[in-house]
């Protein structure tokens, strides 16, 4: 019986991750190589230094399988195609990370004071919000929605009627002015997951349900009244 063979493929195809990006890459390489210029062309795709990268291997289960520390080692005899190369580097700066930037936020009455803003812009030339026209379809519909709000209460059946947006129905949950948005606005507690969260908007509780259970409507866009769960036939016929 003849002795097997193995041979090497021209290129390995690699899967690139580093820890100074969350953006991973697929590469083929030379099998022929070295380690040392592997680093140099990793250098390229991650910024980090092949001075001081240090690089790890994983499997494809993300399971960590060794390290490549020999610079003189061939790819063809250390690795195999399709493993996860994840390259770190000591020295290397994280753009990405901004978490200890300081930033500077003006303040809104600075904002409003500004003659070089984009707002300053649109009230010179009276658009979008500062248009006269505008302004008066605006105070017609918070009118409208401070109106209709006054007839609704928590735990009223409803409907919503979002242009653009199939009719859901639900329960009221909470009915008022809130922080995220000037006006009156409806909480709604729909009876399927087709909502964008659970009552908590930019870190404030409003009501409680399940995620994606709840969502707020201008209430010019919701109805209530008897609308009761729409029964769900799906399972009986296919």
Same mark, same amino acid.
């Given at each position: ?10 290129? *390995? ?19 022929? *190589?070295?380690?040392?210029? !592997?680093?140099?062309? !990793?250098?390229?795709?991650? /910024? ?7 690089? $790890? ?7 960590? *399988?060794?390290?490549?520390? &020999? ?15 994840? #390259? ?35 009230? %010179? ?21 401070? $109106? ?5 209460? #928590? /735990?009223? %059946? ?18 008022? $002015?809130?922080?995220?948005?000037? /006006? ?14 659970? /009552? ?19 209430? %010019? ?14 399972? &009986?016929?296919?």
């Amino acid at each position: 019986m003849s002795e097997a063979i193995v041979t090497h493929p021209d290129f *390995i195809k690699l899967t690139i991750t580093s820890a100074v990006s969350s953006v991973a890459s697929e590469k083929r390489f030379p099998s022929h *190589i070295t380690v040392r210029e !592997l680093k140099g062309k !990793l250098e390229m795709i991650t /910024g980090a230094s092949m001075d001081s990268m240090k690089i $790890e291997i994983f499997n494809d289960q993300n399971k960590s *399988i060794g390290k490549l520390s &020999d610079d003189d080692a061939v790819l063809k005899n250390v690795l195999t195609s399709d493993v996860r190369l994840h #390259v770190t580097d000591p020295s290397a700066v994280n753009f990405q990370d901004t978490s200890g930037v300081e930033k500077y936020e003006m303040s809104k009455d600075e904002y409003e004071k500004r003659e070089d803003s984009v707002q300053a812009f649109k009230k %010179r030339n009276k658009m979008g919000r500062f248009n006269p026209e505008v302004q008066a379809k605006l105070a017609a519909q918070a009118e409208e929605n401070k $109106e209709r709000a006054s007839k609704m209460s #928590v /735990g009223d %059946r409803c409907e919503a009627r979002t242009p653009k947006q199939p009719a859901r129905r639900g329960e009221v949950m909470f009915v008022g $002015e809130v922080e995220f948005k000037d /006006g009156y606005w409806v909480g709604i507690k729909f009876d399927e997951p087709v909502g964008k969260h659970d /009552g908590v908007v930019e870190g404030k509780r409003y009501f409680k349900c399940d995620n994606k259970y709840g969502a707020f409507c201008q209430p %010019r866009f919701v109805e209530v009244g008897d609308f009761p769960p729409e029964l769900d036939f799906s399972d &009986d016929e296919i």
